[in-house]
């Protein structure tokens, strides 16, 4: 990622044989030069992507595959995803970065919606599948993911 895509692969690709056949890397391991969190740019930057709807065959909606990982959680165990500062998330997550979490999240925990007038982040924790993408992905860090109370969470019986 540091040295673009033309580089990046062919030097990747010379790292990986280099270990293949000969037990070695060259470059050894790299560091990124930012975190997750840093690589989002404000909304303002980008342009909006307007992908397709889920055509149930090849792609599919989000709930219907959170239904596919038999997720769980008690209905009233303490919310395990944790928000540092609600006032924060509003002004920066929403109204400079677009609310990425409402997109980034595989199980479509975060929403906004408007109550009374008003911009609101709801957080649906009983679907998270716990794959901690909000943990590294929101912009300011205001988000963390704990461990759920009981052993809640998704359950792929055939894994
Ligand atoms: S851990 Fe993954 S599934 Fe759970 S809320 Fe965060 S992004 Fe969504």
């Given at each position: 990622s540091?040295?673009?895509?033309?580089l990046?692969?062919?030097l990747?690709?010379l790292?990986?044989?280099?270990?293949?056949?000969f037990?070695?890397?060259v470059?050894?391991t790299?560091?990124?030069?930012?975190?997750?969190?840093?690589?989002?740019?404000?909304a303002?930057e980008c342009?909006p992507?307007?992908?397709?709807?889920?055509?149930?065959?090849?792609?599919?909606?989000?709930l219907?595959?959170?239904f596919?990982?038999?997720?769980n959680?008690e209905?009233?165990?303490?919310?395990?995803?944790?928000?540092a500062?609600?006032?924060l998330?509003?002004?920066?997550e929403?109204?400079?970065y677009?609310?990425?979490?409402?997109r980034?999240?595989?199980?479509?925990?975060?929403?906004?919606?408007?109550k009374?007038?008003?911009d609101?982040f709801v957080?649906?924790?009983?679907?998270?599948v716990?794959?901690?993408?909000?943990?590294?992905?929101d912009?300011?860090?205001?988000?963390?993911?704990?461990?759920?109370?009981?052993?809640?969470?998704?359950?792929y019986p055939?894994?």
């Amino acid at each position: 990622s540091k040295l673009g895509t033309i580089l990046g692969v062919s030097l990747g690709g010379l790292d990986m044989w280099t270990n293949e056949l000969f037990g070695f890397s060259v470059f050894g391991t790299l560091k990124h030069g930012k975190s997750d969190a840093k690589s989002l740019k404000p909304a303002a930057e980008c342009k909006p992507i307007v992908y397709p709807k889920p055509d149930g065959k090849i792609s599919f909606d989000r709930l219907s595959s959170v239904f596919l990982s038999n997720t769980n959680h008690e209905e009233d165990q303490p919310i395990h995803l944790k928000l540092a500062d609600p006032a924060l998330q509003k002004t920066s997550e929403l109204g400079v970065y677009g609310g990425p979490s409402t997109r980034y999240c595989p199980a479509g925990v975060y929403e906004w919606m408007e109550k009374d007038g008003e911009d609101t982040f709801v957080i649906n924790a009983q679907n998270c599948v716990h794959c901690k993408t909000c943990d590294i992905k929101d912009p300011n860090g205001n988000i963390t993911w704990t461990t759920p109370e009981g052993s809640g969470g998704p359950n792929y019986p055939n894994m």
